[in-house]
């Protein structure tokens, strides 16, 4: 089983976070990254960051082309998840809960 993060409160989750094998973080801020790899917690995450210290991606002089490579990647991977944890209410991940919902189109596209 696989658990796919996007925005987490990790204390409310916690229990159930950690019942998962391996967790799939969507996020762009390696504090995090690190915050749950210091948990003991089999973590994956596939953003490319550059060299430099970085917070987030949203404002740095990345190749576009690898942003948009990493955006797919996110979008795909929490499409077909079992679950996301969230509390975001912006515009991805609506758009990511919408994805959900046509799961089979999404994976019959990749076939």
Known sequence: MCLKIIFYDFNINK??????DEIYLAID???VINFFK???LA???FTTFPQ???KNLHFLNIDPHIKIQDLFCDI??????????SNSKGGF???VLECQNH???IYEQFQ
């Open 38 to 40: 210091g948990k003991n």
């Open 93 to 95: 991940i609506k758009l």
């Open 76 to 85: 795909y991977l929490l499409a077909m998840s079992e679950k996301i944890i």
């Open 29 to 31: 801020d390696k504090n």
């Open 43 to 45: 973590i994956s995450n």
């Open 52 to 54: 430099d210290k970085v």
């Open 15 to 20: 229990t159930e976070i950690h019942s998962y």
């Open 103 to 105: 799961v089979k189109d």
